[in-house]
């Protein structure tokens, strides 16, 4: 059984991926960090799920990556949509003008600025890294690239539905209470 995994900023296309990724044989959890009881339980979910392939699309991952390096090791495929901070930061105060849970929309910059921090250090820690532009996701190449790296194979027609598909979480799941 192999795995992957797809990270980035909030809002670079994690919850598409999550379905696109899920096919006849693999395997794609959008945000497992909030649906396991503990990052430790990562490995045994997602042999659970009984594909050959199997992994997670979720910018949580950043957090993580100790314990994705002790149970999947360093050379675990791992995919990066980079997507610059401003373009992130007007997305999520479009969706959440004021906040996430418990963060506040103002302190959206900095918790930014920290997961590129994130970003880069798992580029310098893992030895399977692909990273692609966020604005690429819909380019054919760059998705056939993908595919050959997380060991999935390429499927065109697929690949053209999704491509007209945009999917995004549910505001009000992570919507703070207004002031």
Known sequence: MSHFFITGLPRTRTAWSSHYFNTEGSYCVHEFTGIIDSISD?????????????GSADSALLQYQDEIECQFGFDVPIVIVERGILPVLSSLHKIFPFGILDIK????GDILTGAKELIEDMKDRFTNVMTVPFDSLSDEGTMRGVHKHIGIPFDRERFEYFSTVNISIIPSKWISQKK
Request: proline share 6%; charged share 35%.
């Open 42 to 54: 990562a490995k045994s979910f997602l042999e659970s799920k009984g594909k050959p392939i199997s």
């Open 105 to 108: 929309g103002e302190d959206f």
